[in-house]
């Protein structure tokens, strides 16, 4: 028995890496290109300033400078672009098990808003990298959510 790959919308598939691909790098924000740019005056601050509340103490930075988005965003972008990169592989490794990946979404977004309301209530401090963190989670469900409109593993005898 022999594991075949089945792809499937591949132009919506790329044009979903190409855009998504955009979106990380942009949201890495000015300092990625080097120089002294003032933070929130920048293409990538103004692209996403209806997206993310951009925290400039809640964000990482680069080179000095503050990312476009805030950490739990840039590990969204990050973790979903990677993700999506790697969705061939890991429907050819796992195949695709749509209801583990329901859940998994699922989790991600209870995981978020508990972390959000236990911050907002003071009933713990969230950081930069816990931000991260959950953002990751919720990125990489995100992706691996639509698996099965993109690619199907098939079991063929040979």
Request: positive net charge; hydrophobic residues 55%.
């Amino acid at each position: 028995m022999t594991l075949n790959i089945q792809a499937h919308n591949q132009s919506l598939y790329i044009l979903v890496a190409v855009l998504s691909g955009f979106i990380f790098f942009a949201a890495l924000g000015p300092g990625l290109y080097g120089g002294e740019i003032i933070p929130r005056v920048s293409w990538q601050h103004i692209m996403f300033n209806l997206l993310c509340h951009q925290d400039i103490a809640r964000s990482f930075s680069i080179n000095g400078t503050a990312m476009a988005v805030c950490s739990r965003c840039i590990g969204i972008y990050g973790a979903f672009v990677i993700s999506w990169l790697l969705m061939p592989l890991i429907v050819y490794i796992v195949g695709n098990r749509s209801k583990i990946l329901l859940k998994l979404f699922g989790i991600s977004i209870a995981s978020n808003l508990i972390d959000v309301i236990g911050n907002l209530i003071g009933f713990w401090a969230n950081t930069s990298e816990s931000r991260f963190i959950f953002g990751v989670l919720f990125g990489a469900s995100s992706a691996l959510l639509l698996m099965n409109e993109f690619f199907k593993r098939l079991n063929t005898e040979v």
